[in-house]
Nanobody
C-alpha cells in the first residue's frame, strides 16, 4: 500500500513562510523522483518543483524560483517544500507526486507519475 501524505499547509499572510512535508510509505523512497504540484480553483494543475531520487538535482517553476526550496530526507522517507515570501497567487492545493528514477519516456512536468498525495491547502492573504 503506497501512500503519500502531505502536511504543513495553512493560512498565512503575504510575505510569510510555510514548510510543506510529504511523508511517503510503501515504496522505496530513495528510488523515486519526487515533485510538487499545485492547483488553484478554476486552474489547471501546475508544476512547482522537482527533485531527483538522490536529492542532487532540483528544479523550479519560474513563479517560485528564488522563493521556494525543495529538499528530501531519504532516511525519513520525506519530501519537503520550504516556501518563503509567499504571495496571494501562491494560494492553491499543493500535492506531491512520485515516479521511479528509471522510468523511461518521463518528463518531470508531465510525468507519468505513479503516485500522488491528497494535497495540503495553502492560502495566502494579502
Amino acid at each position: 500500500q503506497v501512500q503519500l501524505v502531505e502536511s504543513g499547509g495553512g493560512l498565512v499572510q503575504a510575505g510569510g513562510s510555510l514548510r510543506l512535508s510529504c511523508a511517503a510509505s510503501g515504496l522505496p523512497f530513495s528510488n523515486y523522483r519526487m515533485a510538487w504540484f499545485r492547483q488553484a480553483p478554476g486552474q489547471e494543475r501546475e508544476f512547482v518543483s522537482r527533485i531527483s531520487s538522490s536529492g542532487t538535482i532540483t528544479g523550479y517553476a519560474d513563479p517560485v524560483k528564488g522563493r521556494f526550496t525543495i529538499s528530501r530526507d531519504n532516511n525519513k522517507n520525506t519530501l519537503y517544500l520550504r516556501m518563503n515570501t509567499l504571495k496571494p497567487e501562491d494560494t492553491a492545493l499543493y500535492y506531491c507526486a512520485a515516479t521511479p528514477k528509471d522510468q523511461r519516456n518521463y518528463n518531470f512536468r508531465e510525468g507519468p507519475y505513479d503516485y500522488w498525495g491528497q494535497g495540503t491547502q495553502v492560502t495566502v492573504s494579502s
